[in-house]
């Protein structure tokens, strides 16, 4: 059952989404050659708390983290850690914050000082594909459409789509139905339906879209090696398209 969400909790979820939104761009700031990923996930931890909600992610399956720190070839759930980073790398950032019950949930990679033309092509193109597949929702579309348009975009931009991993509905759980994987065929899956709350969130590789997990039991790499970028956001279905709720 993919759940409709009321206003009272629509209007919940659009604070935890901005908290998490407001997140990402208080840390953006403190994003360069020098920092380690704990003290990004630190200052995050402290930033949402501050806003009187609570780190989603922290304690979720026994994650130790406030935020997923991943870091060039790593696509997801890097621990934040004595990792420092330097001039080159990207990171992909991880957020989710809880608000009275309810979740907000995005993840945005950034660049650490000056990064390589094919990183910077690799992230353009990613967060592209994002709003590809955001602007196949509306009432009445099929999850199906979603990924369709991502993998489709991903496709001529000769970037690998992980399969593994996918969007989910968001709401009391930040991970619900529907799954939202950014692959597919036009008119199939589930169907959407105004007020319900996603979150969509392509994972892009430069190179092979194959991936495996590191001995910590969390990290996700890429298998060849080569960086991957991730965009996510949280958005509520409408009945001409979408309202983005973790706007920054
Ligand atoms: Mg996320
Ligand atoms: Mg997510």
């Known amino acids: 059952m993919i759940s409709i969400k009321s206003e009272e909790e629509i209007e919940l979820l659009r604070i935890a989404g901005e908290i998490t939104g407001s997140t990402h761009n208080y840390i953006k700031k403190y994003i360069k050659p020098g920092v380690t990923t704990l003290e990004l996930d630190r200052l995050c931890e402290e930033y949402i708390l501050s806003r009187g909600a609570t780190p989603s992610f922290k304690g979720y399956d026994g994650f130790p983290g406030t935020v997923c720190a991943s870091v060039n070839d790593e696509v997801v759930h890097g621990i934040p850690g004595n990792r420092v980073l330097k001039e080159g790398d990207i990171i992909t950032l991880d957020i989710g914050a809880c608000y009275k019950g309810y979740h907000g949930d995005s993840a945005w990679t950034y660049a650490v000082g000056e990064i390589s033309d094919e990183k910077k092509y690799l992230m353009?193109?990613?967060?592209?594909?994002?709003?590809?597949?955001?602007?196949?929702?509306?009432?009445?579309?099929?999850v199906g459409d979603i990924g369709y348009a991502v993998s489709k975009y991903a496709k001529e931009h000769n970037l690998g789509v992980v399969r593994e991993l996918v969007g989910h509905g968001v709401g009391t759980d930040v991970h619900e139905e529907p799954d939202v994987p950014n692959y597919g065929a036009r008119h199939t899956g589930p169907i959407l339906k105004e007020g319900m709350v996603i979150a969509?969130?392509?994972?892009?590789?430069?190179?092979?879209?194959?991936?495996?997990?590191?001995?910590?039991?969390?990290?996700?790499?890429?298998?060849d090696g080569k960086p991957s970028a991730h965009f996510e956001h949280t958005v509520l279905v409408t009945k001409d398209g979408y309202e983005i709720l973790t706007r920054r």
């Not at 969509?200 to 298998?223: F, H, Q, S």
């Open 124 to 142: 353009e193109h990613t967060e592209k594909s994002l709003f590809k597949g955001l602007a196949a929702i509306h009432d009445g579309c099929y």
């Open 200 to 223: 969509v969130e392509p994972m892009l590789n430069l190179g092979t879209r194959k991936i495996y997990m590191l001995e910590d039991g969390w990290t996700i790499i890429t298998a």
